[in-house]
């Protein structure tokens, strides 16, 4: 009943900066939180930031201070902005959706950070 859309990875070097979006779409409750998780390569999918429908956010330790969540109501979107980016931070990045009506991820967007 969510549909979730990312955009924006790409290739940056790094000390770069890079803005994602999750465009969502559907039946938005009232009351939801919508998170950023990411998945490195040979590594476990983990929370990086998370915003919910009050405008609250929390951060993973390893982003705080470089990365920003926000979101923009009128659009739908929520966004992830990244600076000072590392080879760290490469992975595919997802955003998810949770409300009381349930459960739902986007298809992933890859973020990689190279020179």
């Known amino acids: 009943q969510v549909q979730l859309v990312e955009s924006g990875g790409g290739l940056v070097q790094p000390g770069g900066s890079l803005r994602l979006s999750c465009a969502v779409s559907g039946s938005i409750d009232s009351a939801y939180a919508v998170d950023w998780y990411r998945r490195a390569p040979g590594k476990e999918r983990k929370l990086v930031a998370l915003i919910s429908s009050t405008g609250n956010t929390g951060y993973a330790d390893s982003v705080k201070g470089r990365f920003t969540i926000s979101k923009d109501n009128a659009k739908n979107t929520v966004y992830l902005q990244m600076n000072s980016l590392g080879p760290e931070d490469t992975a595919v990045y997802y955003c998810?959706?949770?409300?009381?009506?349930?459960?739902?991820w986007g298809q992933g967007t890859q973020v990689t950070v190279s020179s």
């Open positions: 998810h959706y949770s409300s009381k009506v349930g459960n739902y």
